[in-house]
């Protein structure tokens, strides 16, 4: 069963802490993102990377970087963490042909305190 | 930048019942997607329609575009109590070096057994 894997389901981290997520998948797609869901606001681009060291920013990559250093994992770091980023947090890939859907991960609920 | 609008927002039925969700979107595009969301968890793609495609069935799901109009359905036939969720659609851009989707807010689905 192919899959897209991020490392923590849920994660508390305190305000002015460096954060990583990582998001691994197995199924040899060039693309990736990392998207957060806020309710009222739906899904919102915030980086996303077409191969390895190549990454753009999407709609709200402010306070975010990404490192994609291998195909297959893509992380996101928060620089330093604050409250307005407590957010339900989503990793997704995809082939290269853009007539596929994504898959997605379970996400990661960051709560910053 | 929001592009998809779900309607409505939420949506309450009967075990059995259809289940007709809309979306608009505001510029050209060259798919577009539905995915589902079970609470708390990551999304699931149910099916993509290409631009010069009108209708495409999938088992009980069944997704209409018209590009003219800018606006997509989808219905889910014989609901069951398993289909509560939130949907969500999703355009399809080709822009750059990759394929990006930008998401709607979703209608949130509930199916009373």
């Known amino acids: 069963d192919v899959k897209v894997t991020q490392s923590s389901r849920y994660l508390v981290k305190r305000t002015g802490e460096k954060v990583f997520l990582e998001c691994v998948q197995d199924?040899?797609?060039?693309?990736m993102f990392w998207y957060r869901q806020d309710p009222g606001l739906g899904l919102r681009l915030i980086y996303f990377?077409?191969?390895?060291?190549?990454?753009e920013k999407g709609d709200i990559p402010e306070g975010y970087s990404v490192s994609r250093e291998k195909k297959e994992r893509f992380s996101l770091i928060l620089e330093s963490a604050s409250t307005n980023q407590t957010s339900m947090y989503l990793c997704?890939?995809?082939?290269?042909?853009?007539?596929?859907?994504?898959?997605f991960g379970s996400g990661t609920r960051l709560t910053v305190v | 930048s929001q592009q998809g609008e779900e309607d409505p927002q939420a949506l309450s039925i009967q075990e059995g019942e259809n289940a007709t969700m809309n979306c608009s979107y505001k510029t050209s595009i060259n798919n577009l997607q539905w995915y589902r969301q079970n609470s708390g968890r990551g999304l699931v793609h149910l099916i993509l329609?290409?631009?010069?495609?009108r209708e495409k069935h999938s088992g009980r799901l069944r997704v209409t575009l018209d590009t003219s109009k800018k606006s997509s359905s989808l219905l889910i036939t014989a609901s069951r109590a398993a289909d509560t969720a939130s949907y969500f659609c999703a355009t399809g851009k080709y822009g750059g070096a990759t394929n990006k989707l930008i998401f709607g807010t979703g209608t949130l689905l509930a199916v009373q057994p």
């Open positions: 329609i290409r631009s010069n495609e």
């Open positions: 997704a890939s995809s082939p290269l042909n853009g007539n596929y859907g994504y898959t």
């Open positions: 990377s077409y191969d390895v060291k190549m990454k």
């Open positions: 199924m040899d797609h060039e693309n």
